[in-house]
């Protein structure tokens, strides 16, 4: 079977539709897909961000590498979420999108030892999928481009149904199987089928029984009460003092303290179930509950939670209070308000500074009215003595050299 054999295939499935970014080769891919017709019946859209900024603008944030499986996936997240805005009567479960990034020969003059690389991942309302290829020296660029092109033409056959597709193989030349990797994670893995409603925005929020497993096709988010103590994080990884914080928290409370994970951040697209598996894994000697929610700020999770008391540290309630991110004091004294008129409140943990003095937030220091008027009423703070563990997530992953995604 040849590439256009395939392409013919891939064509006569009308559903799913794709959404395809591609940058720093295999782009013939196109041609591939378009050249012998029907190719509406699979590509709704398709962008090439081979510029840095084109690139950092497809994607909504910097990723740092250009070329790996994260930036795939996150070309993959980008071109879905594009698909879902323009997806018209097609349904959102049938739209996928596909991110491509490579590195190519360059030709003469290229650094030698320097690697050539291809990572291809697709994102859908049920599953991230990631594959990965580390191309053998020796190959010239035509070489490598088809090869590139066969690996994202072989991601969209399957996902159009079509497992059987291409050998990675050109002029006679075949990538051998051990250059080829496969990664990918699901709902089923995440144990929490309302994921896929909160990735296509059919939901706000979903929850999970912990450890992973507990009750085997998760919890109907329906039938779930609406936590009433809460510690937010982002868990890249979750260590001792998330859980000892949980545990304070509980007790001077008197309430169950769930965990909550928001899947979107302001300036990122949206975790993917890999990297939402990766989190809740390392809650495996946990039990409880963590709510999964699209809210990326705390306004956005009172609301979606009113009544509920926020566990946090203290760098987070300073960005909480930090009138940059609101446009100004005004704005900020708006959103404490509104914080305020929901009945949110805070929990607050004191950290060590750099000069390991250890620091804790209090009405009397600020100045401004408004602050100090909704600290009074609406946080309590955790003294030292009950709480101090001197570790951070970004610490250890920096220690031990974690590439968490």
Same mark, same amino acid.
């Given at each position: 079977?040849?590439?256009?054999?395939?392409?013919?295939?891939?064509?006569?499935?009308?559903?799913?539709?794709?959404?395809?970014?591609?940058?720093?080769?295999?782009?013939?891919?196109?041609?591939?897909?378009?050249?012998?017709?029907?190719?509406?019946?699979t590509?709704?859209?398709?962008?090439?961000?081979?510029?840095?900024? /084109?690139?950092?603008?497809?994607?909504?944030h910097?990723?740092?590498?250009?070329?790996?499986?994260?930036?795939?996936?996150?070309?993959?997240?980008?071109?879905? *979420?594009?698909?879902?805005?323009?997806?018209?009567?097609?349904?959102?479960?049938?739209?996928?999108?596909? $991110?491509?990034?490579?590195?190519?020969? %360059?030709?003469?003059?290229?650094?030698?030892? *320097?690697?050539?690389?291809?990572?291809?991942?697709?994102?859908?309302?049920?599953?991230? /999928?990631?594959r990965?290829v580390?191309?053998?020296?020796?190959?010239?660029?035509?070489?490598?481009?088809r090869?590139?092109?066969?690996?994202?033409?072989?991601?969209?056959?399957?996902?159009?149904?079509?497992?059987?597709?291409?050998?990675?193989?050109?002029?006679? *030349?075949?990538?051998?199987?051990?250059?080829?990797?496969?990664?990918?994670?699901?709902?089923?893995?995440?144990?929490?089928?309302?994921?896929?409603?909160?990735?296509?925005?059919?939901?706000?929020?979903?929850?999970?029984?912990?450890?992973?497993?507990? =009750?085997?096709?998760?919890?109907?988010?329906?039938?779930?009460?609406?936590?009433?103590?809460?510690?937010?994080?982002?868990f890249?990884?979750?260590?001792?003092?998330?859980?000892?914080?949980?545990?304070?928290?509980? $007790?001077?409370?008197?309430?169950?303290?769930?965990f909550?994970?928001?899947?979107?951040?302001?300036?990122?697209?949206?975790?993917?179930?890999?990297?939402?598996?990766?989190?809740?894994?390392?809650?495996?000697?946990? %039990?409880?509950?963590?709510?999964?929610?699209?809210?990326?700020?705390?306004?956005?999770?009172?609301?979606?939670?009113?009544?509920?008391? +926020?566990?946090?540290?203290?760098?987070?309630?300073?960005?909480?209070?930090?009138?940059?991110?609101?446009?100004?004091?005004?704005?900020?004294?708006?959103?404490?308000?509104?914080?305020?008129?929901?009945?949110?409140?805070?929990?607050?943990? $004191?950290?060590? /500074?750099?000069? %390991?003095?250890?620091?804790?937030?209090?009405?009397?220091?600020? /100045?401004?009215?408004?602050?100090?008027? +909704?600290?009074?009423?609406n946080?309590?703070?955790?003294?030292?003595?009950?709480?101090?563990?001197?570790?951070?997530?970004?610490?250890? =992953?920096? *220690?031990?050299?974690?590439?968490?995604?």
């Amino acid at each position: 079977m040849t590439p256009d054999d395939l392409a013919r295939r891939i064509n006569a499935v009308d559903l799913p539709k794709v959404v395809l970014y591609v940058t720093g080769g295999g782009t013939e891919v196109f041609p591939i897909l378009l050249a012998g017709g029907g190719g509406s019946a699979t590509l709704i859209a398709g962008r090439i961000p081979y510029d840095p900024n /084109d690139f950092r603008a497809a994607l909504g944030h910097d990723p740092g590498r250009m070329v790996g499986e994260g930036a795939a996936r996150g070309l993959a997240m980008a071109a879905f *979420r594009h698909g879902l805005s323009i997806r018209g009567e097609i349904p959102a479960d049938s739209v996928i999108g596909i $991110g491509a990034t490579s590195k190519l020969s %360059r030709g003469p003059g290229e650094r030698e030892g *320097r690697s050539h690389e291809i990572h291809a991942a697709c994102q859908s309302s049920w599953q991230t /999928d990631v594959r990965s290829v580390l191309l053998p020296p020796g190959g010239d660029r035509r070489w490598e481009e088809r090869i590139n092109a066969l690996v994202i033409l072989n991601l969209i056959a399957a996902y159009k149904g079509d497992e059987v597709g291409l050998t990675l193989e050109f002029e006679g *030349r075949t990538v051998p199987a051990d250059a080829i990797s496969e990664r990918q994670d699901s709902w089923i893995e995440c144990n929490c089928r309302d994921l896929q409603d909160i990735l296509v925005g059919r939901r706000r929020w979903a929850i999970v029984e912990l450890p992973l497993g507990s =009750r085997p096709g998760g919890v109907d988010a329906s039938d779930a009460d609406r936590p009433r103590l809460i510690l937010p994080g982002s868990f890249r990884p979750v260590h001792a003092g998330h859980i000892r914080m949980a545990e304070i928290a509980s $007790g001077l409370m008197g309430l169950p303290c769930s965990f909550e994970l928001s899947l979107c951040h302001p300036e990122k697209p949206p975790l993917d179930y890999l990297a939402i598996a990766s989190r809740l894994r390392g809650f495996a000697d946990v %039990r409880g509950w963590i709510y999964l929610t699209d809210a990326p700020t705390y306004v956005e999770k009172a609301r979606l939670f009113p009544g509920a008391t +926020f566990v946090v540290g203290h760098d987070a309630a300073l960005r909480i209070l930090d009138p940059r991110f609101y446009g100004g004091p005004e704005g900020r004294d708006a959103i404490l308000a509104e914080l305020e008129s929901l009945g949110t409140r805070f929990l607050i943990f $004191g950290r060590l /500074d750099d000069r %390991r003095e250890f620091r804790q937030i209090s009405a009397g220091a600020f /100045d401004h009215p408004a602050v100090a008027r +909704f600290l009074g009423r609406n946080t309590r703070t955790v003294p030292e003595e009950l709480f101090r563990v001197d570790v951070s997530s970004t610490e250890i =992953r920096i *220690r031990d050299g974690l590439d968490l995604p």
